[in-house]
C-alpha cells in the first residue's frame, strides 16, 4: 500500500519543477485561485443533471407500451447525461465537487451506483493514474496499457495477439465498455486496501438492491434492456473520451528520472476542442491538462482556468476530426517520442532491410 501512498500524494502535490518549464507566472498560483467549488453551481449541476436523468427514465417507463423505438431514443439520450453523472462522481472523487469530505463521499457514492462504479476503490485507482500518467514504468493501473515498441517486438506472439486485440477499436470501444462497468467494476484489485476492497462488495450489494426494485417496477427484461443500453452508450462515450486525452501522437511518455509532472500534464494530456452541446455533457473534461495540473479544480472551473494563462493553451489541441487518428495508434516508439501505429513496424524493418 506504500504505492497507493506515493502516487495519491505525487497527484496532489507535484515535485519541484525545472525553471525551464515553468510558466512566466507559477502556474500553481494561477489554478489554486480555482480549487474551491462554489456550492450553488455543484448544487445547480446536480439538479440540471440528474432531474434530466430521471425524468428520462420515468418517460422511458411510459413509453414501453407505445414504442420501443422511442424508448431506445431516450436511453441513448439518458446515456448522455449518464456521462455527465460520471463526471459528477468524479469530481467527488478528486475532493473537488464539495467543501465537506462526507458530502463528497455521500454524492460519489449515489452517483456511483448510478454509473456501476464503486466510488472509493476508483477513487484509489484514479489516483494512481493522476501520479503516474505518462510514466512507463508505473503502468497498468487506471490507464490504458500502452506497450512500447521494443516490448512489441519483444513479446511473444500470444502475448502480441492478445495487445492487437485488446487495442481492435471494436473490441476497445464496443466490448471493453460495457464489459469494464458490467463486470470488470465488480471485483477489487489484490492490492488495493481492504476499505477499497469492502467498498467494491457494498457497492455490488447495492446495486443488486437497485436493480431488484427497477426490475419490479419495470419488469425485470425490459429494466436490463434498458440499463444495458444506457450504460453501454455512457461507458463507450467514457471510454472514448478517456483515451483521446492520453493516446495521441505527440503524447508524453518517459522512464524514471526524466518524467516530469508538468509534462505529463501538459504534454501528455489533451486539450479535447468539443463542441459545446458535447463539451456540457462530458463536463470540460477536454481541457484534460488543467484536470491533471491540478485534480482539485470542479469541472466548472476548467475552462476558466485555461483561458486564464497563455502558458496553458500550449498544449496538443484535438477536434472531433483529428482525434480519429488515434484509433490507429498502437505503440509508444521511444527512439521518435511518438505514439504509432503497426505500420510503423514494417517501416522499420524496410529500413533494416536496406
Known amino acids: 500500500m506504500d504505492t497507493q501512498t506515493n502516487h495519491s500524494a505525487s497527484a496532489e502535490t507535484p515535485p519541484t519543477l525545472p525553471k525551464e518549464v515553468e510558466a512566466p507566472i507559477s502556474w500553481r498560483k494561477i489554478v489554486a485561485q480555482y480549487r474551491q467549488?462554489?456550492?450553488?453551481?455543484?448544487?445547480?449541476?446536480?439538479?440540471?443533471?440528474?432531474?434530466?436523468?430521471?425524468?428520462?427514465w420515468a418517460l422511458m417507463y411510459f413509453t414501453m407500451t407505445v414504442s420501443w423505438v422511442l424508448t431506445i431514443a431516450l436511453a441513448l439520450l439518458a446515456g448522455?447525461?449518464?456521462?455527465?453523472?460520471?463526471?459528477?462522481?468524479?469530481?467527488?472523487?478528486?475532493?473537488?465537487?464539495?467543501?465537506?469530505?462526507?458530502?463528497?463521499?455521500?454524492?460519489?457514492?449515489?452517483?456511483?451506483?448510478?454509473?456501476l462504479t464503486p466510488y472509493r476503490h476508483w477513487r484509489w485507482q484514479h489516483a494512481v493514474h493522476h501520479g503516474s500518467s505518462g510514466n512507463l514504468d508505473q503502468r497498468g493501473i487506471g490507464d490504458v496499457w500502452t506497450m512500447t515498441v521494443k516490448e512489441y517486438l519483444a513479446a511473444p506472439r500470444r502475448?502480441?495477439?492478445?495487445?492487437?486485440?485488446?487495442?481492435?477499436?471494436?473490441?476497445?470501444?464496443?466490448?471493453?465498455?460495457?464489459?469494464?462497468?458490467?463486470?470488470?467494476?465488480?471485483?477489487a484489485y489484490a492490492n488495493a486496501s481492504k476499505l477499497?476492497?469492502?467498498?467494491?462488495?457494498?457497492?455490488?450489494?447495492?446495486?443488486?438492491?437497485?436493480?431488484?426494485?427497477?426490475?419490479?417496477?419495470?419488469?425485470?427484461?425490459?429494466?436490463?434492456?434498458?440499463?444495458?443500453?444506457?450504460?453501454?452508450?455512457?461507458?463507450?462515450?467514457?471510454?472514448?473520451?478517456?483515451?483521446?486525452?492520453?493516446?495521441?501522437?505527440?503524447?508524453?511518455?518517459?522512464s524514471g528520472?526524466?518524467?516530469?509532472?508538468?509534462?505529463?500534464?501538459?504534454?501528455?494530456s489533451s486539450f479535447y476542442k468539443l463542441p459545446k452541446i458535447l463539451q456540457w455533457f462530458s463536463g470540460n473534461i477536454g481541457y484534460h491538462h488543467i484536470h491533471h495540473l491540478s485534480s482539485r479544480i470542479p469541472n466548472y472551473s476548467l475552462e476558466r482556468c485555461h483561458n486564464a494563462e497563455p502558458f496553458f493553451q500550449q498544449v496538443p489541441e484535438l477536434t472531433l476530426f483529428s482525434s480519429l487518428k488515434s484509433l490507429k495508434l498502437r505503440l509508444w516508439d521511444e527512439d521518435?517520442?511518438?505514439?504509432?501505429?503497426?505500420?510503423?513496424?514494417?517501416?522499420?524493418q524496410l529500413k533494416k532491410a536496406a
Open 37 to 56: 467549488p462554489c456550492l450553488k453551481k455543484s448544487v445547480w449541476q446536480i439538479i440540471n443533471t440528474g432531474i434530466p436523468y430521471i425524468g428520462l
Open 80 to 115: 448522455l447525461f449518464l456521462v455527465r453523472v460520471f463526471i459528477i462522481f468524479h469530481d467527488c472523487g478528486h475532493g473537488s465537487y464539495f467543501r465537506s469530505k462526507k458530502a463528497n463521499n455521500i454524492v460519489g457514492f449515489i452517483s456511483g451506483l448510478l454509473t
Open 159 to 187: 502475448e502480441r495477439f492478445f495487445y492487437r486485440l485488446t487495442r481492435n477499436p471494436f473490441v476497445l470501444f464496443g466490448l471493453i465498455p460495457l464489459g469494464l462497468f458490467i463486470f470488470y467494476q465488480r471485483v
Open 196 to 254: 477499497d476492497k469492502r467498498s467494491v462488495w457494498a457497492m455490488n450489494a447495492t446495486i443488486l438492491v437497485y436493480a431488484i426494485a427497477m426490475s419490479s417496477l419495470f419488469g425485470f427484461w425490459n429494466y436490463l434492456l434498458i440499463q444495458l443500453t444506457v450504460t453501454a452508450v455512457a461507458s463507450t462515450l467514457g471510454v472514448w473520451l478517456f483515451y483521446v486525452q492520453h493516446q495521441f501522437e505527440d503524447t508524453y511518455w518517459r
Open 257 to 268: 528520472e526524466e518524467w516530469d509532472y508538468t509534462h505529463s500534464a501538459m504534454k501528455g
Open 336 to 348: 521518435s517520442q511518438k505514439l504509432v501505429g503497426y505500420k510503423h513496424l514494417k517501416t522499420m
